[in-house]
């Protein structure tokens, strides 16, 4: 919900200023800018917050990303005429979902496996001699079972390699997200209104 409101603000506030003549370019970069600053900052959460930080940080992704999809859209039918504008709509459509696609699957695959990665590196440190110094009540409530013990501090260790490797994720796109924002550069800049359809 933050996210969606952050964006309908920005869109409202990016269709004003390109119609006031600013350079749709600045708006795209400082959208990815803003993204990447919120991306950021998901990095630095934990377990232990409370749900202000997801609120906070979806807001601002939502204006940076409000600022990207207008002009981007802008800059994209500003030289078509009015007979190509179907057929531009459906490339652009197919292009975003494709890439969503991608994105969707890269980052998903890399969760599944950071997940795994970090279990494996934190199931070691769980042995006989650190259950040891667990608070004794926690037996007695399972009844003295070790299997139940053991599947407790795997719940956990889960919940811990979960959170590294969504971590690991949010950090590999803010970088990406970063990343891109120089490259506004090779967008070109529409040099007039689009062409009007043949009366």
């Excluded at 630095?44 to 939502?62: A, E, K, V, Y």
């Excluded at 139940?148 to 950090?171: K, S």
């Amino acid at each position: 919900v933050p996210r969606g409101v952050g964006v309908v603000i920005t869109m409202a506030v990016s269709a004003q200023l390109v119609q006031r003549g600013v350079d749709a370019r600045w708006l795209v970069g400082g959208g990815l800018a803003v993204a990447a600053v919120s991306l950021w900052e998901m990095t630095h959460w934990t377990l232990m917050m409370d749900g202000w930080p997801c609120i906070i940080s979806g807001l601002i992704q939502g204006l940076g990303l409000g600022f990207v999809f207008m002009p981007l859209q802008g800059m994209a039918f500003a030289t078509l005429g009015p007979h190509q504008r179907t057929e531009g709509s459906s490339l652009m459509n197919l292009s975003r979902n494709i890439g969503a696609s991608i994105g969707i699957s890269i980052v998903t695959t890399m969760l599944a496996r950071g997940i795994q990665t970090s279990h494996a590196d934190l199931a070691p440190n769980i042995t006989a001699q650190r259950l040891d110094t667990v608070d004794p009540s926690l037996f007695s409530m399972f009844g003295g079972s070790t299997d139940a013990i053991m599947a407790m501090a795997n719940a956990e260790i889960t919940r811990q390699a979960a959170m590294i490797a969504y971590l690991n994720d949010f950090y590999m796109m803010a970088i990406v997200t970063a990343l891109s924002v120089p490259l506004v550069i090779f967008l070109r800049r529409p040099k007039g209104p689009p062409p009007k359809a043949d009366p």
